[in-house]
């Protein structure tokens, strides 16, 4: 039997009027309320009425999501985190996999009234969309943008942090031949995971063994590894962009023999599922994906009822995981 919002106030025990301001976003309901019935939504698996919802407001009850690309554990992650929140408000979530505006599946989303508003995941082209989006009138939010200046509706990862606090690690484990293999420079959590890096080394007098950029592929880490390696010349640790790097490079360790952590530690980014399931299991920057999309769906949601006229941005530490591969340097 299909449950009804009647279903969900007895569940909360409050009353329908409560519960319908919520799945509407309204503001005027207590927290503690607002919560009540978010569990009991999320307990009971109710679905509002879309088409009812869409005749009533004027709206089409679809939100567009713009992607790069889902082969991505952390994207994937977000993904899934937003099309859970955003259907506790009744929103359907519609995704288009793409490098550009001018795809067919873009051009599609922005027409007017296909969508209630816009996320961009990562997107490469950011000020072409805002243009359109403006144009058109629709609400966006932005996460993990590249430039600095489109910050207004944004929800970024503070990467310089992440940077830091990966370096911090390993100088505190003693570690002074410190490598970084890091993504393109055309990224903006590639140039400020670097310099955060960079910034730990230089309060302590030091330079990076090594500082190369690729892909954000194992390919790339295994392949940098073999190259000191084949020169016989490796640093103790070695600080990767993204997990997949950091996986490229104990794999080429490991096919020489050479131990990690006792003799190189290896640090990731991302805290995909593999870092839990190497061997060694694998220190890494956690980019809390819930927390990221509860924050982007909050913002998109709020600026289409109205409730944000202003511009800002959100600013979300990543959270070192400390795990098997980081240990204090040889003597």
Known sequence: MKVSIFDVAKKSGLSVVTVSRVINGAGSVREKNRQKVLDAIKELDYRPNAA??????????IIGLV???LQDSFFDAVVKELNEVLALHGYFLAIAISTGIESDENHYL??????????????????NYIVQLKRRGIPYALIDNQKPENDNFSITIDNFKGGYAAASHLLELGHTSIAHLCGHEMFR???ERRNGFEQALREKGLAPFEIVQGDFEID????????????GNLPTAVFAGDDN??????NALREEGIRVPDQVAVVGYDDHYIASQLRPHLTTLRQPADKIALAAADMLLRR???????????????ELIVRESTVAASK
Do not use: H
């Open 52 to 61: 009812a919802r869409s005749l009533a407001s004027g709206k089409t009850g």
């Open 67 to 69: 992607v790069t690309t």
């Open 110 to 127: 922005i027409q007017e009234d296909r969508v209630d508003g816009l996320i961009l995941l990562s997107p490469m082209e950011e000020d």
């Open 189 to 191: 959590s590639t140039r």
């Open 220 to 231: 790339f880490g295994y392949n940098a590894c073999r190259r000191w390696l084949s020169d």
């Open 245 to 250: 790097i950091a996986l490229g490079v104990i």
């Open 304 to 318: 289409i009822s109205g409730k944000m006229k202003r511009g800002s941005s959100i600013r979300i530490d990543p």
